[in-house]
């Protein structure tokens, strides 16, 4: 079973930046899928962004230039790069991992865009 934690998260004004971290408990060298998703109060969790294995990242269409997925295979992190954050951008942020059709998620991490 694979175990996730993110942290990063936080208070930042309107145009700041954050980055957000999640660590897995094993090699995510095997892990096929990691994302990151959001959910903000009374809305649905929603992809933010991905990678797979191979490096391929997709976005949601309102972070596309705003944010960065990337990973760090030999410290099993993942991570998302968090520029020009807007208060839309506030929600709880979630990372998750598919390996073998099996998937996990983290306890999430709180970030909050306003002045």
């Known amino acids: 079973q694979v175990q996730l934690v993110e942290s990063g998260g936080g208070l930042v004004q309107p145009g700041g930046s954050l980055r957000l971290s999640c660590a897995a408990s094993?090699?995510?060298?095997?892990?096929?899928?990691m994302g990151w998703y959001r959910q903000a109060p009374g809305e649905q969790r929603d992809l933010v962004a991905s990678i797979t294995t191979g490096g391929s990242t997709n976005y949601a269409d309102s972070v596309k230039g705003r944010f960065t997925i990337s990973r760090d295979n030999g410290k099993n992190m993942v991570y998302l790069q968090m520029n020009s954050l807007n208060p839309e951008d506030t929600a709880v942020y979630y990372c998750?991992?598919?390996?073998?059709?099996?998937?996990?998620w983290g306890q999430g991490t709180q970030v909050t865009v306003s002045s």
């Open positions: 094993e090699s995510i060298f095997s892990i096929n899928f």
């Open positions: 998750r991992a598919i390996k073998w059709g099996m998937q996990y």
